[in-house]
């Protein structure tokens, strides 16, 4: 089944302990992204990637960092969690930037006491 | 800086009324534009894209280039459509412009 595969759904950790969202695709799409969602503010991309090796900021890029070493990985990377980065957040790949919409993951709830 | 508006933060119908989901952009040329549905508690799910002409669940979308809108429609609301709506175009590539920005969304509720 074509998908978007996030992990974990639900993460609680604490200030300052780095952690790692992982997403991967078997779609073989070129483009990938980050996004999270907050009340209020709807989707907000932080880091979008448009092929291997190629990323870039999106509008909030502040507090993360991302990989993009193989064309079906795309993991988020807190290193350094504050409790403002409490928030939904969801996975996204398309075939190429400009074709055919978004495969979204399932999204993690983070939650950073 | 391209902008997206969704005037509507949430937008109540009768089961059966007319339903009009209204987004606005601010692109130079000419945009590709897809809604986005998320019903909820699940994963956003690519509704309707504008090249492709479709339908889907009875939802349609107009670009209207002179007035820069691409609003989504249904001539009769279900319940099952009570959803959020995210408006998200995508600007041409000669803007050299990869980000994909979503709309602030709009909140359907179809009221039985």
């Known amino acids: 089944e074509a998908q978007v595969t996030q992990n974990p759904r639900y993460l609680i950790t604490v200030t300052g302990k780095k952690l790692t969202v992982t997403c991967s695709q078997n779609?073989?799409?070129?483009?990938m992204s980050w996004y999270r969602q907050d009340p209020g503010l709807g989707l907000r991309q932080i880091y979008y990637?448009?092929?291997?090796?190629?990323?870039d900021k999106g509008d909030v890029p502040e507090g993360y960092k991302v990989s993009r070493k193989e064309k079906r990985n795309f993991p988020l990377i807190l290193e350094s969690p504050s409790p403002n980065q409490t928030s939904l957040y969801f996975c996204?790949?398309?075939?190429?930037?400009?074709?055919?919409?978004?495969?979204f993951g399932s999204g993690t709830r983070l939650t950073v006491v | 800086a391209q902008r997206v508006t969704q005037p509507e933060k949430l937008l109540s119908v009768f089961k059966g009324a007319p339903v009009e989901l209204k987004c606005n952009y601010s692109?130079?040329?000419?945009?590709?534009l897809f809604w986005y549905v998320q019903y909820s508690r699940q994963r956003l799910q690519l509704l309707l894209r504008?090249?492709s002409r479709e339908s889907i669940k009875g939802f349609t979308a107009d670009l209207n280039k002179g007035e820069t809108s691409f609003h989504l429609k249904k001539p009769f609301a279900q319940e099952e459509d009570s959803a959020m709506y995210y408006c998200?175009?995508?600007?041409?590539?000669?803007?050299?412009?990869?980000?994909?920005?979503f709309g602030p969304g709009t909140s359907l509720s179809v009221i039985p």
């Open positions: 692109y130079s040329g000419s945009p590709e």
């Open positions: 990637s448009m092929n291997v090796e190629v990323t």
């Open positions: 996204a790949s398309s075939p190429t930037r400009l074709f055919g919409g978004y495969t």
């Open positions: 998200a175009p995508l600007g041409p590539e000669n803007d050299s412009y990869d980000k994909v920005i």
């Open positions: 779609m073989n799409h070129e483009y």
């Open positions: 504008h090249i």
